[in-house]
């Protein structure tokens, strides 16, 4: 907890950072759809101080992880890409990059749960709109301060719930849109499940998954 209040830099960067894309998004409103990347991407760099080459640990896994969907998502939104089929392919990115993004075949056969469970987790947080990602992103906050697994996973989550909380000042947009978040989301939770695997680092990943899909349901 006490990092987590230390961590208020990066807290604060991450919603100037999201601010800024909201007030460039008044003149190129596709720009709206970044606000949530762009935030967490500030946010996880100030965390960690770069953007580390060659992770070694799971969180250093995350920083580019965030970089390459908002790249991906930043292309798709300019060019007015099919968003469903982009969304698509930025979680099984998403996906392969936190199995340890494998080269060969054997490596994929291996990491293939991994990489599946992380792109399926991306792509049902895509249901998330309006307040839910802020929801989402509030419950996987508590979930890993709860957990306690030693590592900088609830400041990345405060990051994330910054960042979730600006962007609901965006215009709506679509499944593309959301890929950010939803990427982010997914990896952080993945965290402690792939570093640990105790009961209550599940339950702090599942959690934020109900709350998509409950509010998602009732509507």
Known sequence: MQALILGWPAVAVAMLAALAVLLAA???????????????????????????????????????????????????????????????????????????????????VQA??????????????????????????????????LAGLPGPGPLLGAVLLVASLMARFAPAGGALAALPFAAALAALAAVPVLARGAPADWVAAAVPLLVVWGLALRR
Do not use: C, I, K, N
Request: hydrophobic fraction near 65%; aromatic fraction near 10%.
């Open 26 to 108: 008044r003149r190129w409103a596709w720009l709206g759809g970044l606000a949530a990347g762009v935030g967490v991407l500030a946010g996880w760099w100030w965390v960690f101080g770069s953007l580390p080459a060659s992770p070694r640990q799971l969180p250093e896994r995350l920083p580019l992880l965030a970089l390459a969907v908002l790249a991906w998502t930043a292309l798709g939104l300019g060019w007015r890409a099919p968003g469903s089929a982009m969304a698509v392919a930025g979680a099984l990115g998403a996906g392969w990059w936190m199995a340890g993004a494998p080269r060969t075949l054997p490596d994929l």
């Open 112 to 145: 293939a749960p991994v990489l599946g469970a992380v792109a399926l987790y991306v792509l049902l947080a895509l249901r998330g709109a309006g307040w839910v990602p802020v929801l989402a992103a509030a419950t996987l906050l508590v979930g890993l301060v």
